[in-house]
């Protein structure tokens, strides 16, 4: 069974930064795309990065080219989010979610992870 734990969550001011983990068990990191979304009330979900190794992809929204960095640890089973130069319009639920046949194409679709963790609130303060 495919489980996701997100935890890294906090309330940090403009400018500020936080490592997000993911912690995920049940799956094979190679087979698997591994991505960050947020939402925010009323929004779709965003898929904000993503990492595949099956495609050796990384993928970033626009939005948060230059200040987050995606990684993971085999070793550990974990996939880290790290942000920074936070600005208040990233404020959302974070959430870790996984894949098996998320293409590099898929990658930015919300709708393409079959696997969710539960949220970590992420708020930044003005």
């Known amino acids: 069974e495919v489980q996701l734990q997100a935890s890294g969550g906090g309330l940090v001011q403009t400018g500020g930064s936080l490592r997000l983990s993911c912690a995920a068990s049940?799956?094979?990191?190679?087979?698997?795309?591994i991505g960050w979304l947020r939402q925010v009330p009323g929004k779709e979900r965003e898929v904000v990065s993503c990492i595949s190794r099956s495609d050796n992809t990384k993928y970033y929204a626009d939005s948060v080219k230059g200040r987050f960095t995606i990684s993971d640890d085999n070793a550990k089973n974990q996939v880290y989010l790290i942000m920074n130069n936070l600005r208040p319009e990233d404020t959302a639920v974070y959430y870790c979610a996984a894949d098996p046949s998320a293409t590099e194409s898929k990658i930015p679709v919300s709708q393409s992870y079959a696997y969710w963790g539960q949220g970590t609130q992420v708020t930044v303060s003005s």
């Open positions: 049940g799956l094979t990191f190679d087979d698997y795309a």
